[in-house]
């Protein structure tokens, strides 16, 4: 990789290491997710730094390019990535259904105590 | 920064999250009721599956149940919560397995007199409790970054047996963090940036009824990792201005 390619590379991971820790302390992305794309940033920053590592990780694992070990890893974290979010968002999906039918059947309870056949207006909402 | 200077509570309430305590939950009830002067209860009961809602009410006690598991860190914002808007003006956590002396309650309130925060200690001298291996070694390095940032000695930082008095409670009921070690690190954290003053109070405790953490290296490595990341995110994270005085939720 020739000395422009990686200073690209760098100025990548350190913009995506800039960009996670911002959304971090501005409480928009939570613990749980922060290390991932920690962990992802660092990587990044590492193999644009010292692209030796690659060339010399990607011969240990049997990897003809080193490029294709890249591709590959890429296609790996995305892939766990996004299996992790299906999860997260079913998870949602479920809590808010639960909250729907929990706010229906409090909204009938505090209707119960006025009978409705007497006139008097119903409670908003 | 709040103005408003620590006071000794008059309103105490004992909020206990329980999540799948049926076991001990009427044990840790009924103890707490034979105390020389029994404050209200509330129980939260977060999402259980086994009864534990059931058997506290039948004990005569408030509960509050939430629709599906939230973590300790919501179940006691729910409480923060519901103990402002009854006119509350503290609030004691004690835990639904029975590890906390309900007998020590008092002198968690006690220590509301010239703090804001004051947690329970398990390892301030008194009682026989002994965490062993790599997890101490975790317990004591978080507790000795708190102690410097907050100027106080703290020996036991994720001790959930603590009082919240009148200066914390609005800031608990509106942004008590709910994520992991949320409930222990980073509210310390959040109320030492708010300008509250923490303290500790050293209690006794006896082992949980049932069950115990794991404490291999691996998890250990781990569960520190991870506070370390909690207490690093707790410091940068920009917060909004503590609640006015007066707000309720």
């Known amino acids: 990789m020739g000395p422009d390619r990686s200073v690209l590379v760098i100025v990548l991971g350190l913009a995506l290491m800039a960009l996670i820790i911002e959304l971090l302390r501005r409480g928009r992305l939570r613990e749980k997710y922060a290390a991932l794309w920690l962990i992802v940033g660092a990587v990044i920053l590492i193999l644009a730094l010292f692209p030796s590592v690659l060339i010399w990780l990607s011969g240990k694992l049997g990897f003809g390019v080193p490029s294709n070990m890249v591709f590959f890893a890429a296609c790996a974290v995305l892939l766990f990535v996004a299996l992790q979010l299906s999860l997260e968002v079913g998870r949602l999906e479920h809590e808010s259904q639960r909250l729907a039918e929990e706010v229906a059947l409090l909204r009938q309870e505090m209707k119960r105590p006025s009978p409705p056949e007497d006139g008097a207006p119903e409670a908003s909402g | ?249």
């Open chain 2, 1 to 249: 920064m709040p103005t408003q200077r620590a006071s000794a509570p008059t309103r105490p309430l004992v909020v206990i999250p329980a999540f799948n305590e049926a076991e001990s939950i009427s044990t840790v009830l009924s103890e707490l009721s034979l105390q020389p002067a029994p404050l209200p209860v509330l129980v939260i009961d977060d999402g259980s599956t086994d009864g534990t809602a059931a058997k506290a009410r039948s004990d005569g006690v408030n509960v509050v149940s939430l629709p599906f598991n939230v973590g300790v860190g919501g179940a006691m914002r729910t409480g923060y919560v519901y103990a402002m808007r009854q006119g509350f003006d503290a609030v004691v956590q004690v835990d639904a397995d029975g590890q906390h002396e309900p007998a020590a309650v008092s002198e968690l309130i006690a220590g509301l007199a010239d703090a804001d925060v004051v947690v329970g200690s398990r390892f301030a001298g008194v009682g026989d409790y002994r965490v062993a291996g790599p997890r101490r070694w975790a317990m004591r390095l978080l507790a000795w970054s708190l102690s410097r940032l907050t100027g106080t000695r703290l020996t036991d930082v994720t001790s959930g047996f603590r009082a919240t008095g009148p200066a914390a409670l609005p800031l608990f009921a509106r942004d008590y963090p709910e994520e992991y070690l949320g409930d222990t690190v980073e509210s310390l954290v959040l109320a030492h940036r708010a300008g509250l003053r923490v303290a500790e109070v050293a209690v006794s405790m006896r082992p949980r009824m049932a069950g115990n953490p794991s404490q291999s290296p691996v998890r250990s490595a781990l569960y520190l990792s991870r506070a370390m990341l909690v207490l690093m995110l707790a410091l940068v994270r920009r917060r909004p201005a503590p609640p006015e005085p007066g707000w309720v939720p």
